[in-house]
């Protein structure tokens, strides 16, 4: 009786995954920056999503310095069962996701150095979403984790025409002060207290620019959080400094939900 019960339970809860999932539409997309191919991933729901229904807002995903993996196509397929139509970019380009930490900190160190390629890639990947068909181009904004975190703070520094972005336990630093004037987008950053790769004074830099310029922005602290909170594969251990929170992945989620069904609007 018991095993019946908890293989109904299981039945139930693959059921229920699979409807959650069941019109979520993916697709590969590889596009250029020059000659090299950049490989990126979208994801949108067909029910909810379709000329009947009008184009949808678009959500634009940065990876973490892992590359894009099946972690932000995960992500894709949450964004696209809540109406919108997202899409995981490429930094990196098409063939090169780092197999281990010290390659993904070459690769990201690349970026982090040259923040003028690191805002070309990153608005290349929102052109591709807003030149969907189905994405309402003058509603989107973007989110990142880790690396992407970072990612998107320099997407909003370089003038993109984004309602907001969410950085979910990304760095704080804030090398160009003078570029909060040309953020446009509002701002949410979802950190974790105890995370030991941002320095308090990044914090206060990062701060001061973004009131400097008179930027909207909303910071939420995670209690017993540390770096990549959201991110199952980072483990348990804080001591380590980067480990999966369950309460603050799921809290930041709902937040960033909020955050984007107040600022992007479906056009019918």
Not at 235 to 262: H, L, P, Q, V, W
Request: proline letters at 3%.
């Amino acid at each position: 009786m018991r095993f019946e019960l908890v293989m109904s339970a299981l039945l139930a809860g693959l059921f229920l995954t699979a409807s959650v999932f069941a019109e979520v539409k993916t697709e590969t997309v590889v596009y250029q920056d020059g000659d090299l191919k950049l490989e990126g991933f979208v994801a949108y729901d067909s029910d909810l999503v379709d000329e009947a229904n009008g184009k949808a807002p678009g959500v634009l995903i940065v990876h973490q310095w892992m590359g894009l993996t099946d972690y932000e196509k995960r992500r894709c397929r949450e964004l696209a069962a809540l109406g919108y139509v997202a899409f995981a970019l490429d930094i990196y380009g098409q063939g090169i996701r780092p197999g281990n930490q010290g390659d993904a900190s070459k690769q990201a160190t690349i970026y982090k150095k040259d923040r003028a390629l690191y805002r070309k890639r990153l608005n290349l990947g929102l052109e591709q979403l807003k030149s969907r068909p189905n994405v309402s181009g003058g509603s989107c904004g973007a989110i990142g984790y880790c690396f992407g975190g970072t990612g998107v703070l320099e997407l909003a520094r370089s003038g993109a025409e984004v309602e907001g972005v969410v950085s979910f336990h990304g760095g704080l630093d804030s090398p160009s002060p003078e570029d909060g004037k040309n953020i446009k987008a509002e701002i949410l950053v979802c950190h974790g207290a105890d995370d030991p790769f941002v320095p308090a004074d990044d914090i206060k830099a990062f701060k001061k620019e973004l009131e400097d310029a008179e930027v909207k922005y909303e910071m939420i602290v995670y209690p017993n959080a540390v770096h990549s909170f959201t991110q199952p594969m980072a483990g348990n251990d804080n001591s380590k400094g980067a480990a999966y929170n369950a309460e603050a992945d799921k809290k930041s989620f709902e937040a960033m939900k909020s955050f984007f069904k107040r600022l992007l609007v479906a056009e019918k």
